[in-house]
Structure formats: C-alpha cells, structure tokens
C-alpha cells in the first residue's frame, strides 16, 4: 500500500530549517544519501532507518564531485518521479526527500574564478574546471587510497566531501551506508570518528536480485549476455567462502580462484582483493575477520562487489 508523498526539498536552506524543526520536537532524525535510480537496495537502508530514527530524509543527488571527467556521469541514471513511488511503497514511507540542484553553487561574489589546481591527485575534477570555485575538500587519507580508490583517484574525497555537506545540512542523529559499497561505509565510519560528526553511522547488508547480482543503479546499462557473465562475481566470491570454511586460508590461492572465474566468464578484473575488515589493508593468509572485494568490467559497467568472511 503506497504511504503518504513525502515532502519535497531543493533548497538547503529549508533543509536544515526541516531538521531543526523536527529536533525541536525531540524527533531523531535518520539521513539515507543517495544519487537516486532507486532500487531495493537503497529501499532496504530506509527500513532500516525506520527502525532507528523518528523521521526519514533521503537525498538524491547525483555528485557530480566524485566523477573523474572520464567517468559516466552524464549517462548516470536518473527517474525521479519513479524514485518518489518507490520512496512511497516502503512501509512508513520518507519524509523528506532532499534534491538539491548543485551542491556546488554557493551564488555568491566568491563563485567567479574556479580554480583548475589538480587537487593534488592528478585528476582535474569537473567542479574545479566549473568556475564556481569550490576548493575545499575531504579526505580520508588511507582508507581512499587502496581498492577503488586505486581506479578512481578523485572519489572517495567527492563521497567524503558531498557526505560531509549533507550531514551539516541535514544534522542527521543516523546515516545509512550499504555494505555493498565497502570501502565508501568503513571511510565515511572513520571519518565520522576523525571529524567528531555526532552521528551513528549504519551499515547495511547488501541487497541482492534472486540470481545473487547484487543490486545496482548501474546493472540498467548491463546487457542481458553481460548481465550473465556478472553473476561470475557472486558465484566466485561464493566459492571462496565456502573454500575458506573448508579451511583454505591463503589469500593468493582464493584471488586466483575469483580471477578465473570472472575472467573466464569474460569479465575484465579491476582487482580482487582480501583486506582487513577496518584497515582495509591486504591480508596474504586469513586468521580474523576480512573482506573480499572486486570490482570488474563487463562490457562498459564497472560492477563493485564484496563478501565478508568471518572466521
Ligand atoms: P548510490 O545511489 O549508488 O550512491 O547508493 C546509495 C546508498 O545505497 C549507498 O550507501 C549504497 O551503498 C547503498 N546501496 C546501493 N546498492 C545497494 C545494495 N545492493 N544493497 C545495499 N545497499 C546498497
């Protein structure tokens, strides 16, 4: 049964005048930050956050920070109409969905000259050529380096920079990360603690289709023979749990397994790599707990995926 349509905000302003508003009234307010293209994995966080929050604000913003100028963000989906039906066929629905227009655009005297510094990680990024003159970003200074962040120099300081507007924003008491993005939930957790945020930052299992693909807003671009070949990263992460419950501790052995089998099933591999739960440091033999993230190409789409095995 649909629920009732949540408020619309564009404003940042309003946004935070809405979060005061609901503090004032002893509400705890929960922040689910999304680019939109919804589907149930972001569906599932905002359950989640009704079981911690009074009230529920979902963004949807696609940041245009976190995108290297060769990446896709002029194909990023987007149905925004859609995404308000499916925010309204959650049980308790949101009350707020925050879509901003550009995060980026302070409208002041100081937006004139746009600084075209590379950030010192290489990359120009497409709000530094903008001319609105942002220039202050934030890192994470480990945690971004490795896994996806080997790919995709600029990312994690866009995620951590558009995380950080959204929380000073919305002043969320909760914010809801899904695991499937690993790398993004444990940087934004120690960016939290870094930066003193009073915020309870939450993770949330990844969401997966019946065939095991785990949910994405990027699978719409997926061929149907492509969208096969992808199971291989589930199947192959699958595997490798398994064979280390059997007892097969050597990090190297369990990469070359999940290699083959994306390779073979003809996906390119972006890297296959058994990290620290935390650190997300490599680990070459299992004793704790750690993860096992891959990110692949097939065809064009870049497909993350991971799987926590806690022996
Ligand atoms: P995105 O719109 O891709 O930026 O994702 C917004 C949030 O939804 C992030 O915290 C993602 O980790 C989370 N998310 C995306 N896909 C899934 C999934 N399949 N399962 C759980 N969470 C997800």
Redesign the pocket.
Known sequence: MATKEPLIIRDKTQMTKWSRTMRSQSKLIAL???????????L??ITEAHKHANVVAVSIYVNPGQFSPNEDLSTYPSDFQGDIQKLMSVPGGVDVVFNPKNLYDYGDSDSGEGGDGDGGVGVVSCIEKSGLGHESWVRVEKLEKGLCGKSRPIFFRGVATIVTKLFNIVEPDFA??????YQ??RLIQRMVRDLDFSIKVIG?????ENDGL?????NVHLSPEEREKALSINKSLSKAKSAVEDGQVQCEKLRNLVIQCITEAGGTIDYAEIVDQHSLEKVELIKGPVVFCVAALFGKVRLIDNMEINL
């Open positions: 689910v930050p999304t680019m939109g293209y919804l589907h149930q994995g972001h599932s966080l809801f990360f899904g695991k499937k993005d993004q939930w949330c299992e990844i969401t997966r785990a949910m994405s807003s990027r």
